[in-house]
């Protein structure tokens, strides 16, 4: 465990994973509040799309999937509100469409030996200090819109209808909201991959909302969780020479079945 630490990309991971954790632990439970868990699983499979257009013509892979990732919440949030019955459906479009893009777009790529399953579940090798200066300076970003915005983002989570009588702009705050997790999805996409983040936005925010009884508390509450999951995934996957992202995931699971179990357990012996 001490010689992974002297490891300059372990050391990467770690710190990414720290980063994540506080984005993750700030957007989750507003997603999760607001119930967005299909929508932001749209935006993670869409991104796909553009990670596959960056292959293809040859641009920054963060920049494509930034692009897609917020092309596919701005859709989303669009149908969501204008055509509400037909979200679902709506989402399942964009969610399918964006993963076929990117799969046909790097099939079309000529030379390609790009390894497509450090984008698909991550890889604790694929954190460049590059990323590390996105992560912080997103992390300021999201931490700054909550807090303005905490009681706009309160009243859009538990009263929508209270919230626009009140003259809040529902629908652009419902927009900036997929925005931050699109921005989620494209940062977490490095150490967890596409394909889990959203288990990783979720199971957090599940056991927050157990124990915590505000929603500034189930933030701190899913940052720390968050944080728990990914260094002590990360640490598994070096060890057994496993996928990080999977090995984050599978640490959050059972992190997230044993709060509950306690939960349980004490209103049993209440």
Avoid at 150 to 168: H, T, V
Avoid at 232 to 240: Q, R
Wanted: a neutral charge; zero cysteines.
């Amino acid at each position: 465990m001490l010689e992974a630490l002297q490891m300059p990309f372990f050391q990467h991971a770690l710190i990414a994973g720290v980063l994540i954790a506080i984005a993750i632990g700030l957007i989750g439970p507003l997603t999760m509040a607001n119930k967005m868990t299909f929508m932001s699983g749209g935006i993670a499979h869409a991104t796909y799309g553009g990670v596959g257009a960056a292959i293809f013509f040859g641009f920054s892979i963060l920049a494509g999937a930034a692009a897609a990732a917020l092309m596919a919440a701005a859709i989303i949030s669009f149908i969501s509100y204008r055509y509400a019955h037909r979200a679902d459906t709506a989402i399942g479009i964009v969610w399918a469409v964006g993963m076929a893009i990117g799969v046909v777009l790097s099939d079309m790529t000529p030379g390609y030996n790009v390894d497509l399953m450090s984008f698909l579940f991550g890889s604790i090798l694929a954190v460049g200090s590059e990323d590390l200066w996105l992560m912080a300076l997103f992390d300021l970003l999201a931490v700054f819109a909550v807090w303005y915005l905490y009681y706009d983002f309160m009243a859009l989570s538990f009263d929508p209808i209270f919230a626009k009588l009140q003259g809040i702009k529902t629908q652009l705050l419902h927009l900036l909201l997929l925005a931050l997790v699109a921005m989620t999805v494209v940062l977490a996409m490095r150490l967890v991959g596409l394909i889990m983040v959203i288990a990783l936005l979720t199971m957090p925010s599940f056991s927050s909302e157990q124990y915590a009884r505000s929603l500034g508390g189930m933030m701190i509450f899913s940052i720390i969780l968050s944080i728990l999951y990914i260094i002590s995934g990360l640490f598994l996957a070096y060890t057994y020479d496993l996928s990080s992202g999977a090995s984050v995931i599978l640490v959050a699971a059972f992190g997230t079945i044993t709060l509950f179990l306690i939960k349980k357990i004490k209103k049993v012996f209440k």
